[in-house]
């Protein structure tokens, strides 16, 4: 083995400095604004001048309300729903069956979700159409403001939907620790009821491993843009996407107080993942004099049916709205209150892919470049960590986590200006590096458990053979890892399809994606066309799995033990 | 009513375990309170699924047939956790959260109300394995041997009525193994409660002292009269 003399090897660097480079460059790009500094439009003083500014604007705690309650409610509710669900279910038929579809509820992007959900609940849609006119006597839609409500429901609805298949799939991970099974089977065999059995003795010990993706959805929830947009109230609009508005206006003025008030979203973001660090400790105390008083819950038949229900009905909004994504572009005509389209076509839809080409080259360009570049990093990382014996450390992971615990707001307004500095403001290449900060993490986080899982006498055995390290890395480790690493790279496009403020910034307008498209024409007029976007947005994802499911059954169709179980 | 119905002890009627329509063990036998019986087999040859049979975990890729019974109160379609059959691992399973002494109070039934009652029911079950003292320390500074001996007070601290002991020395090295044996068995004697021990190794057969019966692994039918 090579000695590592304490030097961080290449590829930590290098991450290291993809993270954390953009992510301070950011931030110190947005605080200097926000104190009216800005020498490339001729504010070369500090001043508190932005601020008051900020705090002058109508309806502004409204705003900030409405992002940190609807945020902070969301994640915690989606937690509440994934954990009650994993306790009363896990291991069943009923667990394994819903699994199999949250994995691919997981890779809609927010967007495509979001009009989707809207294209359900509003007025005028799919709920109210199956129980109308012969139920409610409407033969106009009610004149009901959802999506759009000022309370932001219909938002939280719409992040819930979102964050309950991401934080499913991390707990799902989490089970897969050693043991796991063994603890629920002791608990049993000591006379606790599955719940009880999964709070008391097996959340403690991996509620460690969701902590981080928890806080990730804290921070996405507060200061999500496209959602709101869809699904958000509108007078006021919360935090983020009021300051999209001011740093996308034509009155470059306002980009002082914009950045005002990325600073003002950080703190909420902050504040709000404060609240929930202190609701934790709460609960944890609440539940740590609960572990040796013995109560066992054995009648627990009501909790579980309870836990199933939100679960259930997640699933079934999604599975829905992604279907009405279809027939909304397949629909000629779909006049309230009928429950089906009076007429069908295709043409519209052949239609807009002509034309929604362009867009959609563009994604696939930066969701491939993207998640390619992620996931050979991830590999990079990995092997040479892995060679040098380095354990994943809590920096490590923290750091590699930092974008997603930030607003993105908070440093992309300051990053667009670096990006315009040096040219990359407007191009592909600028986007996909926009991008890279947020897939890699998703890169990291699908591919370090598989790779840490494969048994390390492999590469032992082939390095006794006399193989170079790299030999051992392309021929053995590579293809044992063959699924696992495609799985990761079409998390990584499904991740970059979705990015919506990124996108916004970055390609200030000259790159556009199916996202970007999506979420424009999602106020706008027509049904069909919102729905035909939000549907492309769903190819990249599908193509992705797909190869990463096809792929590797052609190549080992002789090997079974390369087959995967269950 | 079968004339099972009223024998105490641990009685497996009829128990045919499949796995994909093939048979893997059947088994028909009874414990008395006290006694040990010994299934001895390689790995694959049946011997887990029957346990979890017995405790309520089958797995739903294995079909059972026959009625598992513990003192006249037939087991097969209640709840894992209504069984009150105590189980043990191959290795100790101690709750690495939990201190020793909460993972001894965690199997304490309710009825015990007042947590100082509840201490002092721990500390002395922790006495009773020449562990007094240890009750604050985290599970994972104790020996293997001390691991084993409080996760089986954890065990019959829950006031089970059988005992099932998945392979539950072999973690342990020789010396401490016959020590740690000689205080399951002896306790579980104490108690009157009938156990069924899972193993591959003899010695741990002939200190059970009760019947053994062996399975051959990958033989269909493996047939036990007992």
Not at chain 1, 177 to 193: F, T
Not at chain 1, 399 to 426: D, V
Not at chain 1, 437 to 459: G, H, K, Q, T
Not at chain 2, 98 to 127: G, Y
Request: aromatic content about 8%.
């Amino acid at each position: 083995m090579p000695k590592t003399d304490g030097l961080p090897d290449v590829p930590t660097v290098l991450v290291t400095t993809l993270l954390a480079g953009p992510v301070l460059a950011g931030l110190a790009g947005t605080v200097l604004p926000a104190f009216g500094y800005l020498p490339v439009l001729g504010h070369d003083s500090f001043s508190g001048d932005p601020f008051r500014k900020l705090f002058s604007m109508p309806g502004l705690t409204t705003s900030a309300a409405l992002s940190f309650s609807t945020g902070l409610a969301a994640s915690v509710a989606s937690l509440a729903i994934v954990l009650l669900f994993t306790a009363g279910w896990a291991g069943t038929d009923t667990f394994r069956r819903l699994t199999r579809f949250l994995s691919p509820l997981l890779s809609v992007p927010h967007a495509a979700a979001a009009i989707g959900l809207a294209f359900l609940i509003a007025p005028s849609g799919f709920l109210v159409r199956l129980i109308s006119p012969w139920a409610t006597g409407w033969t106009r839609p009610p004149d009901i403001l959802i999506p759009g409500d000022p309370y932001g429901l219909a938002m939280t609805v719409g992040l819930v939907a979102k964050e309950v298949p991401f934080l499913f799939l991390m707990t799902l991970a989490a089970l897969n620790r050693p043991h796991v099974q063994e603890y629920l089977k002791a608990g049993a065999s000591l006379g606790y009821g599955r719940m009880a059995t999964f709070f008391k003795v097996v959340l403690p010990q991996i509620y460690p491993l969701i902590r981080l993706p928890v806080l990730a959805v804290i921070a996405y929830a507060t200061s999500v843009v496209d959602v709101a947009v869809i699904l958000g109230p509108t007078t006021p609009q919360p935090l983020a996407p009021r300051l999209v508005g001011w740093m996308n206006d034509p009155d470059l003025s306002l980009r002082l107080m914009a950045s005002a008030g990325a600073l003002l979203q950080l703190l909420l973001s902050a504040s709000a993942l404060l609240v929930y660090l202190l609701l934790e400790t709460l609960a944890g105390s609440c539940l740590r004099t609960r572990f040796s008083n013995g109560r066992r819950h054995p009648r627990e038949t009501p909790g579980r049916v309870f836990s199933l229900l939100p679960m259930l009905l997640i699933v079934a909004a999604m599975s829905l709205s992604v279907a009405l994504l279809g027939v909304w572009s397949l629909a000629k005509s779909w006049w309230f209150p009928a429950s089906l389209p009076q007429a069908w076509s295709l043409g519209r839809m052949l239609d807009a892919l002509k034309s929604g080409g362009p867009s959609l080259g563009a994604t696939l360009v930066i969701a491939c470049g993207a998640a390619a570049i992620a996931t050979a990093l991830t590999l990079w990382l990995l092997e040479a960590r892995g060679n040098a014996r380095r354990r994943e450390t809590g920096r490590m992971k923290a750091l590699i986590f930092l974008p997603l615990l930030l607003p993105q707001i908070g440093f992309l307004f300051g990053l667009q200006m670096f990006f315009l500095l040096a040219g990359l403001s407007g191009t592909l290449t600028g986007v996909l590096l926009a991008h890279l900060i947020f897939v890699f993490p998703y890169a990291f986080l699908a591919l370090s458990d598989p790779w840490n899982r494969l048994d390390p006498r492999y590469a032992k055995a082939a390095r006794s053979t006399g193989a170079s390290r790299a030999r051992v890395f392309f021929q053995i480790q590579l293809p044992l890892l063959l699924r696992p690493v495609l799985v990761t790279f079409a998390v990584a496009a499904a991740v970059s399809t979705g990015q919506y403020l990124p996108t916004l910034m970055i390609g200030a307008g000259r790159v556009v994606t199916v996202t970007t498209e999506s979420v424009a024409l999602a106020s706008g007029g027509s049904r069909q066309i919102a729905a035909l976007y939000a549907l492309l947005q769903l190819i990249v994802p599908l193509a992705g799995f797909s190869l990463a499911a096809l792929v590797p059954a052609l190549a080992f169709r002789n090997r079974a033990a390369m087959r995967l179980e269950r | 009513m079968s004339s099972s119905d009223r024998i105490s002890g641990l009685v497996l009627e009829n128990v045919v375990i499949r796995l994909g329509g093939l048979p893997l063990l059947d088994i028909d036998c009874r414990i008395l309170p006290g006694s040990v019986l010994t299934i001895m087999g390689e790995s694959g040859s049946g011997k887990s699924s029957l346990l979890d049979f017995v405790a309520g975990f089958l797995k739903p890729d294995f079909r059972a047939e026959g009625r598992a019974l513990l003192n006249g109160r037939d087991l097969t379609s209640l709840p894992a956790q209504d069984r009150q059959i105590g189980l043990m691992f191959q290795s100790p399973l101690l709750f690495p959260h939990m201190s020793v002494l909460q993972n001894l109070m965690f199997a304490l039934p309710a009825t015990c109300r007042r947590r100082q009652d509840r201490q002092d029911l721990a500390e002395r079950a922790l006495a009773d394995v020449g562990l007094a003292g240890f009750g604050k320390r985290d599970p994972a500074t104790l020996s293997g041997g001390q691991q084993t001996r409080v996760a089986l007070m954890r065990t019959l601290l829950a006031e089970p009525k059988a005992l099932l002991l998945d392979e539950p020395f072999s973690s342990l090295d020789r010396t401490r193994r016959a020590e740690v044996r000689e205080l399951v068995f002896d306790l579980a004697r104490k108690k009157g409660l009938p156990v069924l021990l899972v193993s591959h190794d003899e010695e741990d057969a002939r200190a059970a002292g009760g019947e053994v019966h062996r399975l051959e692994a990958g033989k269909a039918g493996n047939g036990l009269d007992c």
